[in-house]
């Protein structure tokens, strides 16, 4: 080996490369540890603006007790973990800004409605635990099983849409056990507009129900502008209830899904009102 010039010449090589890796590492371990490199400061900034209900101080003094290392060491990992869990923090992305400073955006919760009174859902159809007290007092209130919120946020936008044809907005949503829907809208009346739109059958069930209310609205309320309940869960028309009023169906019509018994129950079969229909104010 040691007459083999070709041999020697590898050999120096591999040694001269391991010295020099040895003395970088060596020179970045000094270089890490120097006073320049210890983290100064920490910026939180919104993700998409301003924050309206994370406060920079607060949520900062909440995530700073899990931050250690330097500039190079910090695991951003952490950092990110403990931002996301202050309270109204959906999302945190967090990076290194040389040469002592963390720079971490904030995506907030954006608060959609109340789900089951004790927490709140946001835009995403994600239950999130807040304040309730820093929410909005006029959000809607949704109602349903713990895996349903997704369904409920996105059934929440398609009633909102399709009230406002008729100037009615959704206050409360409700999927029950059974996967029954029913909302609430306000029209005026003291405690809202209770709609019972029932079980889905087919993807069409709850569009083909309201649109058949849509229909009829201006003109029942043209005779009853104080509605206060409508079940829609019937096969070919609805039943109602309003302020002062109450209108007895047919005991043939039966409402489709099994409805919940009301004590004073309502009916109106069709968009027309039968003539053979009793009234009562």
């Given at each position: 080996m040691w007459n083999n010039a070709r041999a020697l010449n590898v050999c120096a090589a591999l040694i001269a490369a391991a010295a020099t890796g040895i003395l970088l590492a060596a020179?970045?371990?000094?270089?890490?540890?120097?006073?320049?490199?210890v983290l100064r400061s920490v910026r939180v900034e919104g993700e998409f603006g301003s924050l309206r209900h994370v406060n920079v101080a607060t949520v900062r003094a909440a995530a700073l007790p899990h931050i250690s290392g330097n500039f190079f060491s910090v695991n951003l990992e952490t950092v990110?973990?403990?931002?996301?869990?202050?309270?109204w923090v959906r999302r945190a992305?967090?990076?290194?800004?040389?040469?002592n400073r963390l720079v971490v955006k904030i995506e907030e919760h954006q608060a959609l409605g109340t789900w089951n009174d004790d927490r709140l859902l946001n835009t995403f159809g994600e239950v999130?635990?807040?304040?309730?007290?820093?929410?909005?007092?006029?959000?809607?209130?949704?109602?349903?099983?713990d895996g349903a919120e997704k369904d409920v946020a996105q059934r929440y936008l398609d009633f909102k849409n399709s009230f406002a044809a008729i100037g009615l907005r959704p206050i409360e949503v409700t999927l029950s056990a059974r996967y029954a829907w029913s909302l609430r809208l306000a029209n005026g009346t003291p405690s809202g507009l209770l709609v019972e739109l029932g079980r889905e059958t087919d993807a069409n069930t709850l569009s083909e129900?309201?649109?058949r209310m849509l229909a009829a609205y201006p003109q029942v309320t043209s005779k009853w502008p104080r509605l206060t309940r409508v079940d829609l869960r019937y096969p070919n028309g609805f039943a109602l209830r309003a302020e002062g009023l109450r209108i007895a169906a047919p005991e043939s019509a039966k409402p489709q899904g099994r409805p919940v018994r009301q004590k004073a129950s309502a009916g109106a079969m069709g968009t027309r009102l039968p003539t053979h229909q009793r009234t009562s104010a």
């Open positions: 020179a970045g371990l000094w270089l890490s540890h120097q006073p320049m490199f990110r973990q403990a931002f996301e869990g202050v309270a992305r967090v990076r290194r800004e040389w040469p999130f635990a807040a304040n309730m007290a820093e929410a909005d007092s006029d959000l809607p209130h949704f109602y349903g099983p129900r309201i649109a």
